[in-house]
Nanobody, 114 residues
């Protein structure tokens, strides 16, 4: 079974940027689309963005225009470039398929201070 490892999280001030990476232990070429999700403290996990092999991408309303998702199938990696971060973006970020059918990774903690 494919395992997912997220990285690139950290502490950043409001308005700052971070780039998250999600590397799979196997090929993601057939996983279409791949997506990022996040879970804020005390809240349910929510959809952030997805990307298909053809490049079509979709974003949650709260991140549209600030976040950019991309994928490199040769590296089995999905990225999330996050700009203009806000305190409400704080949470643990995960990647997976959409709909979800793989085991969740450990996630990447993103903390945005005001």
């Amino acid at each position: 079974q494919v395992q997912l490892v997220e990285s690139g999280g950290g502490l950043v001030q409001a308005g700052g940027s971070l780039r998250l990476s999600c590397t799979a232990s196997g090929s993601i070429f057939s996983i279409n689309p791949m997506a990022w999700y996040r879970q804020a403290p005390g809240k349910q996990r929510e959809f952030v963005a997805s990307i298909a092999n053809g490049g079509s991408s979709y974003y949650g309303v709260s991140v549209k225009g600030r976040f950019t998702i991309s994928r490199d199938n040769a590296k089995n990696t999905v990225y999330l470039q996050m700009n203009g971060l806000k305190p409400e973006d704080t949470g643990v970020y995960y990647c997976n398929s959409r709909p979800v059918f793989m085991s969740w990774g450990q996630g990447a903690q993103v903390t945005v201070s005001s």
